[in-house]
């Protein structure tokens, strides 16, 4: 297995005068590997993401997706945002099928429909298409920009607190569904939350982040065995790697007030 | 009138409560006019019979409601046909924008009743000085929504789009338009209403006919009845209008429409 997001001691500082957002970050995702940013709001685990895909440069360091430093397009690379960020005015299809519009030739418009409709089909989203954004509830429009990311089958998708505003109910729904559908259509995530039993319950590896500034604090190896069930958070094993988590954040607190 | 209102409504209770506000109007005016002589408050049937002898002259409509109308839409037309293009350029240029805007304000506080008589000099008492003073007072509203609503993306969304690939010409068709829509929706609403309110005042600068006019002359002879038709008149074309751009609305931003339902 490749690496295929490595990010070289990367620095950004959007003010001189502050802390920097992120100082001296390293990482290395890996090929077919689902991992985890955890961190406290203000450690720059989004901003970290943006830079990855490539809508900021760093001040210092550099960025490589499969070893290339230039932004990658959404066929290669797509993106989850926290609040779905569909465009209104665009029905459900026209929203999953925008990445395909931009990208491509008008006239295969025919071909984007039935690619859309199967990235819905993956979200379990059925009859919904003909709908505006307004009309779905908070959790199917996060499943339509999940379709939306999955929609040209990119190898990469980064995800930006996709869930952080649903209820739990919801929430558990969708952990639930991607790690199906990282079983049906296999891709390299990159998720970004400060829920730590989802980052636990989702991901091959935690990396957690300190806060002024952002920096990486440590990571745990998740070992815990697929399919994972919603039961396996009652386990001692997956307590266990959650206290890890949360003696690393912990860490990054003490540190911070010295 | 009333029923103009009435049939495009949607709704049964609606349409009572529409017919039953205009029974209680007309009856209290009627019952106000029994106090005033008619040059003061005609009565509604004395402003009904003030119509119809106009309409059987053949004027009302065919010469004064159209004129007024034609006025209107021209310099509407024109007004924010030569707002878009400058709001685009004013959003997109800030540096433009800061030269441009104080122009802009100086020559929105001159009163439009003010430079009317100007226009009629330069322009004459045809329909072309109407237009222009029409065209003035829609061209504003638009100008400002324009700039207001093609700003107004959400940065979000931009950058969400900019990751999916599209370039600066498809940020502008298939986000900044779409999204700057509402409010410059309410910019054409706003500039069609002026713009009516611009033919009139052009009308009573110097004119031979329209709605304007009718009032101007009418006010010379004291026919109370005939001021009160060119009003009515002017209502009528008033919702028409805001039925008009209600309905390009429902047409253009179906999304919009369901979204305040």
Redesign the interface.
Known sequence: MGTVIEVNDVTLAFTAHCAPELDGINLVVDEGEFLCLVGPSGCGKSTLLRLIAGVLTPDRGEIKVFGEKKPLNWARLSFVPQDSLLLPWRKVIDNVLLPLELNGRPGDRGEWKVKAQAALHLVNLHGVEDKYPHQLSGGMRQRVALARALVSKAEILLLDEPFAALDALTRSQLHLEIMGIRQQAPFTGLMVTHNIFEAVFLADRVVVMGEKPGRILGEIKIDLPYPRELKLMSTPEFAALVGAVQDLLAKGWCTGHE | MNKRVVTSGSGRERLIALLLVGIVVIAVWAWLSTFYPDYILPSPGAVARRAQELFRQGGLFTVHFRTTLVEALLGFLLGAGAALPLSYLLARHPRLDRLVTPVVVAIQAIPIVALAPLMVIWFGFGLTSKVIIAALTAFFPVLTNGVVGLRAT?P??K????????GKR?IFF??EV??A?PVLFGGFRMGLTLSVIGAVVGEFSGAGRGLGYLVYFARGTFDTALIFVALLALAVMGIGFYLLISWLEAVV????K??DR
């Open positions: 959400d979000r969304l950058e969400m789009l900019k990751i999916m690939g599209a498809e298939k986000l779409p999204s829509l931003m179906p999304w919009h369901n979204k």
